[in-house]
Every structure is written in C-alpha cells, then in structure tokens.
C-alpha cells in the first residue's frame, strides 16, 4: 500500500513539474541552433567522429547524434531534450531530499517538492536549458545527482562502485562536477557518523579521480587545457572578489556595474547571514537536524569551487551553465529555510509566491534574450541561404545579445553544415558586446559624400567604376569587390540591413 503511495506520488511530481517546465520554457522551443551548436553538429554531421581527444567531453556530442537520429536538422527535439534534462535533475533533486530526513513527514515532502520546484524554475543557470550545447553542465549534474542519490541511500562497495560510475558519466559531459566526491564523502559521513569508514571510500574517490585525469592526458596530452591559466592562477585578491560576485550571481541577474553588484550581494549576504543565525540557534530543532542543513551549506561552497575558479559574467547570462549545480543545493538551502523558520502556513505561501515570481520573472527575461538571438542568427543564414548567384558579404555579425549567444563560434560550420556556398560569403567583423554597447539602440549608416562609415570599424567607398571598397579599421582588413556581383549586409542591432 505504501509502495502504490509512493509511486502515485512520483507520478503527480512529474507530471506538475512537466507542465511548469514546459510553459515556462515554451518560448525557445521554436529556437534554431546557436554558436557551438554547430561545433557539435558539425563533427558528427560532417566529419562523423565525437568530441574526445581534444577535451575528452563525448556525450555532448552522443546526445547530439541522439537527436540528429530523431529530428535530423531540425533543433526540436534538441531543445526538448534540453528540456526534459531539466525536468529529470529536479525530480532527482525530489528523490534526493526525500531522503536526505530534516523535518516531520509532511514537511519533509514539502521539503522535497518546494526544493524541486524552486530549481525548476531558478533563472540564473539559465544557459544550460536555453541553449543546446549548455546541455553539458545539466547532463554533468543529472549523473551527479544518481550518484549522490546512490551514495544517500545505499550501503557497501556496489553501491560505491555504482556512484563512481555515475560520477565517471557525468565527467564525460562536463567537468563542473568534479568535487562531486568531497560532496558525497560528507554526505557518507552524515549516515555513518564514523571517519574510519570513509578510509576506503575516499581511497576508491581518489583512485576514480586520477584514473580519470590519467585518461584525460593520454588522449589529450594536457589536463586542463585552455583553462589551467584560469585555474591555476594565484592572483588571491582577484579570487576573492570573483567568489563575492559569483555569490551575488546566484541571486541576482548581472549587471553592468560592478559596484551595484557588490552592493547588493553585500545586502542579500547579510540577509542570508541572518537566515541562518536563526536557523542555527534555534532552540525548537534536534542538533542533527542542524548539522545537516549545515552540510548543504557545505555541499554548496564545494560545487561553487569550479564557478569561482573559472568566473562567471556578472554582466549578463554568459557562463552562467557553471552555476547550474551549485543551483540544486542553493534551491536546497531555501526550501529548507522556508520551512524551517516559521510553521505558518499563509508566511510560507507568501514567501514560495515571493521568490517564485522573482524566479521566473527574471528566467523569461533571459528566454527573450535567446528568443532574440535565434532570430538573428535565423535571419543572417536566411539571407545567404537565398542570395542567389550573387556573392555575399557580412557586417557586423551579432557575437551575443547580452550573454545569448548568436555566431561566436560555429559561422562556416553552420554554413557547411546547411550545404551552403562558403566561397561567396566574406565576413568583415563580428559584433560584440563591448562594442555594441557605445552605440544607441539602432546602428545608423554615416554617410559623407561618397564614403560610408559603419560603427565600429567598417567604411565603404564607393568608387565611380562600380566597384566598392570595405575596409575594418581594426583587424586592417580590405576587400575591393564589384557593386553588381556582390549582396552587402550589415547588422543594425535589431534587424540585417541590405546596403547594396
């Protein structure tokens, strides 16, 4: 009878978590591919192999082949992939708390549920849903998660083994779970409550760690890669203001003004400060049940050693994939708190109502944004998709639209991969974001006598002959190209102008 309970209630977690995820997501399911997209696209579409050796990251480009089999080019079943990823790591997250004992029976479901759902609908790991190839931080943290669920509730060296497989999985999709085992030995203590007992466990973590990086070396011949310098850096001061700012990060969008930013984290530091004196000095609660809700608060600053490390824009949405696993234990800590400090039924309405609409006000902000880039970059392949037998070139191509990303990387691979000519297109600049910035909200032509300027870098001359000459002032580029054979375009911020 309990069994039957139990599995009705999963089902009806589901199926409330299904439908939040897919309205408050359905505005980038009609999104085409983006950026690195076309990277991954373009490895197993064209070149038919997986990224491996280079970075030793396959399962971004397995899960890629998974969707190539079912929608071909067509990004929909991609993004509900992406999607439904999402949904299973906050019902692992449910699973997890139900486990992980802090309150009375019904609180304690309440616990689970309230902390699921806030990570459904946190805003600032955003990337990793939206975008296609941020697909690598969420897969990381769904393996992450079973194996964190494996260690909490089973016993003995299979259920150890399992984890580290689970562990090993997830690393081959991205490495912002690495620490994964720190977390899981303190999670093994709590049940325990015995050092002696992690001797053995942390010696296989260990062996399971080098094992992995002795692999990542053979094939790549380095560790960390493009990212040791990051990594690796000793600049202590620098570190410290970037854990203040990434703690700043996992409550509030980003922002142009570093010291706004600051600021504020100060005031939702102190706050938090204050949450958890009163949790933590609490007379009404078992002293265990307070070293657990310290150990999340553990499990949080170890998940948030990589984000620290590597940084995450406090400007905009860019990079914020890093947070999205430190963003289960975060969403963790609040539900407990709700719940831990008033037994009020109207306060913990109000305050789940509160933070929820906060959340999703700024999580469809950011799905603008990227609704917003995918009609950029829909409209510039469109444009050279039916150009003609004309030759075509390109000024101004959208780097990102605040922290979106439209054609950083993966330009010709996206023309490749559609079959398009590659040796009538010519690209002037690409557009980023501290340029954009300078300039109103439309970038106007500047006109003089027969001379165009183009901001930030770009002038055309327009010769009597019918010929033009494009010149970037700052990579000091030059094309002379015939008026009649060639399509001009250029990005204005909001829309692709034709000049010729």
Not at 182 to 206: D, Q, R
Request: charged residues 20%.
């Amino acid at each position: 009878m309990k069994e039957t309970k139990f599995h009705r209630t999963i089902i009806s977690v589901t199926l409330l978590f299904s439908v939040i995820c897919f309205i408050i997501y359905s505005p980038v399911l009609g999104n085409d591919f983006l950026s690195d997209d076309y990277d991954s696209l373009y490895r197993i579409y064209i070149q038919k192999r997986i990224l491996y050796r280079e970075i030793l990251r396959p399962m971004i480009d397995l899960s890629f082949y998974f969707n190539y089999m079912l929608s071909g080019l067509s990004p929909s079943s991609y993004y509900l992939f992406n999607i439904s990823v999402h949904i299973i790591n906050a019902l692992l997250i449910f699973r997890f708390l139900s486990g992980f004992t802090l309150f009375s029976k019904r609180d304690q479901y309440l616990f689970a549920c309230l902390g699921g759902f806030l990570f459904l609908i946190y805003p600032f790991h955003n990337e990793s849903v939206v975008w296609l190839s941020g697909r690598l931080s969420s897969m990381a943290c769904l393996f992450a998660m079973i194996s964190l669920i494996i260690a909490n509730e089973r016993t003995g060296m299979k259920s150890v083994f399992a984890s580290g497989f689970f562990y090993l999985v997830g690393l081959l999709c991205y490495e912002s779970i690495i620490f994964l085992p720190a977390i899981i030995l303190i999670v093994t203590w709590l049940k325990e409550k015995s050092f002696k007992k992690l001797i053995i466990p942390g010696f296989f973590w260990l062996l399971t760690i080098g094992s992995y990086l002795l692999t990542r070396f053979v094939l790549s011949g380095e560790i960390t890669g493009i990212y040791g310098d990051r990594l690796f850096d000793h600049h202590i001061k620098q570190k410290i203001l970037s854990a203040g700012k990434i703690f700043g990060r996992l409550f509030l969008p980003g922002s142009e003004s570093s010291y706004i930013l600051l600021s504020i984290s100060l005031v939702v530091f102190l706050f938090v400060l204050l949450i958890l004196t009163i949790i933590l000095t609490g007379k009404f609660k078992k002293g265990d049940d307070k070293l657990k809700y310290v150990a999340l608060l553990a499990l949080l600053l170890i998940s948030l050693i990589i984000p620290v490390a590597f940084g995450v824009s406090t400007r905009t949405s860019e990079g914020d994939r890093l947070l999205y696993f430190p963003s289960c234990f975060l969403c963790m800590l609040i539900a407990g708190a709700i719940i831990w400090i008033s037994e009020s039924k109207v306060y913990r309405l109000i305050t789940i109502l509160s933070i929820s609409v906060y959340f999703i006000c700024f999580l469809e902000i950011n799905n603008h944004q990227w609704v917003k880039a995918s009609r950029a970059a829909r409209t510039i392949l469109n444009s050279i998709r039916n150009k003609g037998q004309e030759n075509i070139v390109l000024i101004n191509i959208p780097d990102e639209l605040e922290g979106a990303f439209v054609f950083r990387n993966g330009f010709m691979k996206a023309l490749k991969v559609h079959k398009m000519d590659t040796a009538g297109i010519k690209i002037m600049n690409f557009l980023k974001r501290s340029d954009y910035l300078k300039t109103g909200e439309i970038i106007h032509v500047q006109v003089k006598d027969s001379t165009m300027t183009i901001y930030p870098d770009v002038r055309i001359v327009n010769h009597m002959n019918g010929f033009l000459q494009l010149t970037n002032s700052q990579n000091k580029s030059s094309l002379d190209i015939r008026k009649d054979r060639n399509l001009i375009y250029y990005w204005n911020k909001a829309e692709l102008i034709r000049l010729f």
